[in-house]
């Protein structure tokens, strides 16, 4: 890229008024944009019964401290890439179990997630598969 050419977009990218004028000023200069992230960030309920292969995942520090929960990357079967998080018992507990045996990338769920109700009850800490006095619904999704 010339230095005409810099000057030229430094002084017209920052009065763009929509994304595709951005993206045609910068294609017409010869400039590769860069991607910094490729993926849609998702509800878990959005992917009950649907395919995916885990890309990757990352264990992050929560507010029940170190590995509190999980970053997980993924594509589904619809070729979209997608990331979605994951504190419960469920599925972080299910990849920590992957990871301890080596297995960090290239899981294939095919049938999405799978989604456990059940009834919580926050002063005693009870659960119960049915709903009992001072219980409230809860869930935890698991890889299927």
């Avoid at 890229?1 to 920052?14: E, F, G, H, Q, R």
């Avoid at 395919?51 to 995942?57: K, M, Q, R, S, T």
């Avoid at 456990?116 to 659960?127: D, K």
């Amino acid at each position: 890229m010339t230095a005409n050419k810099s000057v030229d977009l430094i002084t017209t990218l920052p009065v763009v008024q929509t994304f595709e004028e951005a993206f045609a000023i910068l294609k017409a200069a010869g400039v590769e944009p860069t991607v910094i992230n490729e993926y849609d960030l998702v509800d878990k309920e959005t992917l009950v019964g649907v395919p995916f292969i885990v890309l990757a995942y990352a264990f992050r520090d929560g507010d029940y401290g170190d590995a509190g929960f999980v970053s997980v990357e993924a594509i589904t079967s619809e070729n979209k890439k997608i990331v979605f998080n994951d504190g419960s018992t469920g599925i972080r507990d299910q990849l920590r179990g992957l990871a301890d045996r080596g297995i960090v990338a290239g899981i294939i769920c095919r049938n999405g997630l799978r989604k456990s109700v059940f009834y919580f009850n926050e002063e005693t800490g009870e659960v119960s598969k049915t709903q009992v006095k001072g219980s409230k619904p809860a869930s935890t999704f698991y890889l299927d």
